[in-house]
């Protein structure tokens, strides 16, 4: 990484005539516009403090010209990376499956397929690597984390059925994030297949066929019969070939966190899709806000690897906490690096949600609670020591399911109390115990009121346990 001067100085919220007196005590001669290596930037820092220092390091945001800064005579051709969307019950699942099960095993004889988020096949030579988690649920959160892994869409609608909501919807996110649009008119086999209804109903849109004139690839396929795959898999690759998607492999690896979860036996483990570079086993790395060293990587089939490529999604163990899906990653020098950036992202993220946390009353999480908008499951947590009730809140607060976010309404120490309870049934929430027990009074509330008490003594358990409920209290999608 380097910097200007003007640059550097902005960083620091300092003047650059001061950046260029210190340099000059230092004894480097610099004009404002002069470039700075690393170990001048370190110097400069360092003389403002161990916080600037981290400042500087902790800007993940900075992600994408990592992604896109590369020499072009230092970069190949990289496999696209996919996205399936379409209105449900369009057949994307359908399609993730038959793909996966027609190309994958093809070279890999003996693979044992593991979902971890993200798999690639193989066609004519190349790969492509398909995100598994259809609809655009993911798409979006990645998306509004500012997060960009898809480099094409592939849209299903059903030739049956053809173009409804969420089929526009996919269309808007793609759009919005300028990735390119392949057609795939499902469910050909059906007797009541209309794929010139398809047509004309997505010319609406702006996709209009290169048959009709247009730019769009439309390609007919039957997801179930495993008609059209190939076609469809090839234009995939004519895209790319036209998109030229690059990164250059000698780098330190930069990404993004395609899923994570707590596993019982293993820590944490998250799926990271590199963008740019190579992971390898006990690379120190930062994830969003946790950081650890690389411990093992485990590809789509199941396989331990010691490296992964640009576009290859691994899951990973070694992080010491669960990051969120979107969350970016990128791969440090040293260890200790690494630590200092991860904990003074965690810290942050620490100090702002207790600012964020509002005064609870009555009123206002009623109001909360009538505008619906974003679906939240509220908790009152009452744990026995203050640590344990941080560590719970914060794990908690990570959570998300499809969209939908734990709140903290209340979080305190000491048993489960009458006001606790009633506090809970007001607001629609569920108490949650860390190593503590409701009293006599706050029992009776609880049966009176019909408040969902769960007592736990182990975070993952109760992480677990909220996932469930909230997989369960999500609408249906239509
Ligand atoms: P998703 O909600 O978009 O993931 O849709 P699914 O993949 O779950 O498919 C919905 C239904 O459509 C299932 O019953 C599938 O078996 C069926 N389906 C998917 N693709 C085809 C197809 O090509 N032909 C027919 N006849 N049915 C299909």
New binding site residues.
């Given amino acids: 990484e380097s910097l200007t001067v003007q640059e550097l100085a902005k960083k620091l919220h300092r003047e650059p005539s001061e950046i260029i007196k210190k340099l000059f005590m230092l004894g480097v001669m610099a004009t404002i516009n002069q470039t700075l290596d690393k170990d001048a930037i370190e110097l400069i820092a360092g003389e403002y403090g161990v916080e600037v220092e981290e400042e500087i390091l902790v800007d993940l945001t900075d992600l994408e010209s990592l992604v896109t800064d590369d020499a072009p005579e230092n970069t190949i051709e990289r496999p696209s990376v996919v996205t399936?969307m379409?209105?449900?019950?369009?057949?994307?699942?359908?399609?993730?499956?038959?793909i996966r099960n027609t190309k994958v095993t093809e070279g890999e004889a003996g693979g044992i397929t593991q979902h971890i988020g993200a798999y690639q096949v193989e066609v004519s030579g190349k790969k492509i690597t398909f995100l598994d988690t259809?609809?655009h649920a993911a798409f979006t959160t990645m998306r509004a984390r500012g997060a960009q892994v898809t480099d094409i869409t592939i849209l299903?609608v059903?030739a049956?059925d053809g173009v409804m909501p969420q089929t526009v919807e996919a269309i808007n996110h793609a759009k919005a994030a300028e990735v390119p649009i392949i057609v795939a008119v499902?469910?050909?086999?059906?007797e009541s297949a209309n794929p010139d209804r398809v047509m004309q109903e997505l010319t609406e849109h702006g996709l209009v066929s290169e048959a009709w004139g247009g730019d769009t690839i439309f390609v007919p396929?039957?997801?179930?019969?495993g008609?059209g795959i190939d076609t469809l898999l090839e234009m995939v690759l004519l895209v790319g070939e036209v998109e030229e998607y690059k990164a250059n492999p000698e780098r330190r690896a930069v990404g993004t966190v395609i899923e994570s979860r707590l596993d019982k036996g293993r820590g944490t483990v998250a799926t990271l899709l590199v963008q740019n570079g190579t992971l390898k086993i006990g690379d120190p790395i930062v994830v969003g806000n946790s950081f650890g060293r690389v411990r093992a990587m485990v590809n789509d089939l199941g396989r331990r690897v010691k490296e992964a490529g640009p576009s290859t999604p691994v899951e990973i163990t070694g992080l010491n906490e669960v990051p969120d899906a979107g969350d970016r990653f990128i791969v440090f020098e040293d260890e200790k690096t690494a630590r200092q950036v991860g904990e003074t992202r965690a810290q942050r993220q620490l100090v702002s949600s207790r600012n964020e946390k509002s005064v609870v009353t009555l009123d206002n999480l009623f109001e909360q609670m009538k505008q619906g908008e974003i679906k939240e499951l509220n908790i009152v947590l009452k744990a026995d020591v203050q640590g344990s009730a941080e560590a719970v809140a914060a794990s908690l607060q990570k959570i998300e399911v499809e969209g939908a976010k734990v709140k903290i309404i209340h979080s305190g120490v000491g048993a489960i109390s009458e006001s606790d309870i009633i506090l809970a049934s007001a607001s629609n929430a569920i108490v949650i115990g860390f190593n503590v027990r409701p009293d006599v009074n706050a029992k009776r509330a609880a049966e009176a009121e019909n408040v969902d008490v769960r007592l736990h003594r182990i975070i993952y358990k109760a992480i677990e346990e909220i996932e469930a409920a909230m997989k369960g209290m999500l609408d249906p999608?239509f």
Wanted: hydrophobic residues 30%; charged residues 30%.
């Fill in positions: 399936i379409g209105h449900v019950d369009h057949g994307k699942t359908t399609l993730l499956d038959s259809p609809g299903v059903a049956d499902n469910k050909m086999d059906k396929i039957s997801a179930k019969q008609e999608e």
